[in-house]
């Protein structure tokens, strides 16, 4: 059974840092992609970062471009989302989503974005203040 955990949000000033985690289970990273996506009360899904396990290649949106990093690591099976430099148009839930296929980062990005991913976790509330 997939599951996932997403942790490490709160509240942070602007200008401000926090690294989210997702502890992963029940699946091999082998052949998936892995990403956060955000949606804030009254707007739609955004996906944020992407990453390949299969060649580690990333993807972002521009909105975090630069500010974002993410990052995988295989040993625990933990995906992260680094973020600095945030602002108060980055609060939202944050989403831990897998993505089984053959895609480019760029793509994952999308059809994570579009909300076709195969798994989620709960998520994580990220609340940046001015």
């Known amino acids: 059974q997939v599951q996932l955990v997403e942790s490490g949000g709160g509240l942070a000033q602007s200008g401000g840092s926090l690294r989210l985690s997702c502890t992963t289970s029940?699946?091999?990273?082998?052949?998936?992609?892995l990403g956060w996506y955000r949606q804030a009360p009254g707007k739609e899904r955004e996906g944020v970062a992407c990453?390949?396990?299969?060649?580690?290649?990333?993807h972002y949106a521009d909105s975090v471009k630069g500010r974002f990093t993410i990052s995988k690591n295989d040993a625990n099976s933990v995906l992260y989302l680094q973020m600095n430099n945030l602002k108060p148009e980055d609060t939202a839930v944050y989403y831990c989503v897998t993505l089984r296929g053959h895609f480019t980062a760029s793509q994952a990005l999308g059809v994570i974005s579009s909300g076709l991913y195969d798994h989620r976790g709960q998520g994580t509330q990220v609340t940046v203040s001015s």
């Open positions: 990453i390949l396990s299969r060649d580690l290649s990333t």
């Open positions: 029940g699946f091999q990273w082998g052949y998936h992609a």
